[in-house]
């Protein structure tokens, strides 16, 4: 019988100690089957929403997500049932981003061909998913995911991204705030800000206001108008002043 100790000086552990194995037990357990994406006619398909169904180990699902463990209750579906959980308003490939999560703990979200701006994209949908899922691991998975994948191309996520994410989560979201603090910090006057509203999502554009106007420091005295009064009058094409100024 061998033994294996631990180099911090913890308890010596046996070949017989199960602690030292992983635990597989989650694959001893029945599966259910899940359909994701939408059935339609195979010439007007969009790949990246074609259906699918998926057989996953309940007691696995069911611990990470309590979106599962309530839809394989007693109170959604009796014991006997075997249909399909009913996911098609999502896409499979979101939803394979989160099965291989569940299996292997990684986040794989982009292949060598996955331009940064897609890549982003699929991070935020991903987000989404683990927020409907009520998956708290994988979506701090995915915000990590994110921050490093940031960190390694030296990009910001797009507009785009942002749309995503802030149409698909509650306002408390931490990656509304993960967002927010992105442009807090890091933008600047070349960052493009036309259409934000439209290219963000209103919500976004409220928050990062509001983001600013709280990490100003409140002024210690009373501050008059910031400029000349001129500044702000309208311009009369006729006055020959404002002519000569141009």
């Excluded at 294996?4 to 992983?22: C, L, M, N, V, W």
């Excluded at 339609?40 to 180990?57: L, W």
Aim: charged share 25%; net charge neutral; glycine share 2%.
């Amino acid at each position: 019988m061998t033994t294996e100790y631990q180099s911090t000086g913890e308890r010596a552990k046996t070949s017989h100690d199960k602690s030292i194995f992983p635990n597989f037990s989650h694959l001893c357990s029945s599966t259910i089957a899940i359909t994701v994406g939408q059935a339609t006619k195979v010439e007007d398909q969009d790949q990246s929403m074609a259906q699918e169904t998926f057989h996953v180990h309940k007691a696995l699902i069911c611990a990470d997500s309590e979106f599962f463990k309530a839809a394989t209750g007693s109170l959604w579906r009796s014991s006997s049932s075997s249909a399909p959980i009913d996911m098609t308003d999502e896409g499979p490939s979101t939803f394979k981003i989160y099965l291989n999560f569940l299996y292997t703990k990684e986040v794989v979200f982009k292949s060598k061909l996955t331009s940064a701006y897609d890549a982003f994209e699929t991070l935020s949908n991903a987000y989404v998913l683990g927020e409907k899922l009520i998956s708290h691991k994988f979506c701090n998975a995915v915000v990590k995911a994110t921050i490093d994948f940031q960190q390694q191309i030296k990009q910001y996520p797009p507009k785009k991204a942002i749309k995503i994410a802030y149409e698909g989560t509650t306002p408390s979201s931490p990656i509304r705030k993960l967002f927010v603090d992105y442009w807090l910090h890091v933008s600047h006057r070349n960052w493009n800000t036309e259409n934000m509203i439209e290219r963000t999502h209103p919500d976004f554009v409220e928050d990062l206001l509001s983001a600013v106007i709280n990490a100003r420091p409140v002024p210690s005295t009373y501050t008059a108008c910031p400029r000349d009064p001129a500044t702000y009058y309208v311009k009369d094409n006729n006055d020959r002043n404002w002519q000569r100024e141009k």
